[in-house]
């Protein structure tokens, strides 16, 4: 098992911070690759604009009120850890970053997963919400790069 695909329209919510609660964000450091993510309250102000590492990014997918993602890739990193240029699975095995979400076209949220800590906590988060998943294999993963 290398990741999770599920398919879920969102709506203006809180999706990310329902998908990801209860990771440690002071045991971690998020890159924000590419997002785009706009407040319901403010057209304006995307989720780019709150953004710097750890527990500020669970502060804006949590604090800042509801959003909607039109796409995002994210990778967690444990403190201290060196960031990478992340362009294949082979990257990430290859990196310290231990977990990518891949969400794009408002419905396909992947995530790539190497911990077993965070593999508990998100199909734990899942079955809360009871959103439907597909395991991703080496055998059945046709993503070639880690870009939305």
Same mark, same amino acid.
């Given at each position: 098992m290398i990741g999770i695909e599920i398919n879920f329209e969102s709506t203006y919510e809180k999706i990310l911070y329902d998908l990801l609660k209860g990771i440690d964000s002071k045991k971690y450091n998020w890159n924000i690759v590419?997002?785009?993510?706009?407040?319901?309250?403010?057209?304006?102000?995307?989720?780019?604009? !709150?953004?710097?590492?750890?527990?500020? +990014?669970?502060?804006?997918?949590?604090?800042?009120? *509801?959003?909607?993602?039109?796409? &995002?890739n994210a990778q967690l990193y444990p403190e201290n850890a060196k960031e990478s240029d992340i362009d294949t699975y082979d990257d990430f095995v290859k990196s310290d970053c231990e977990l990518i979400v891949l969400f !794009?076209?408002?419905?396909?949220?992947? +995530?790539?997963?190497?911990?077993?800590?965070?593999? *508990?906590?998100?199909?734990?988060? &899942?079955?809360?919400k009871n959103i439907k998943y597909q395991v991703k294999t080496r055998e059945n993963d046709t993503r070639t790069e880690m870009y939305v």
């Open positions: 590419q997002q785009e993510i706009f407040y319901e309250d403010d057209l304006n102000m995307t989720l780019g604009s !709150y953004l710097s590492k750890g527990v500020k +990014f669970e502060e804006a997918i949590h604090d800042k009120g *509801n959003y909607f993602v039109y796409f &995002l !794009y076209d408002n419905s396909y949220i992947e +995530f790539y997963i190497k911990s077993e800590y965070l593999w *508990n906590i998100i199909m734990k988060n &899942l079955k809360e």
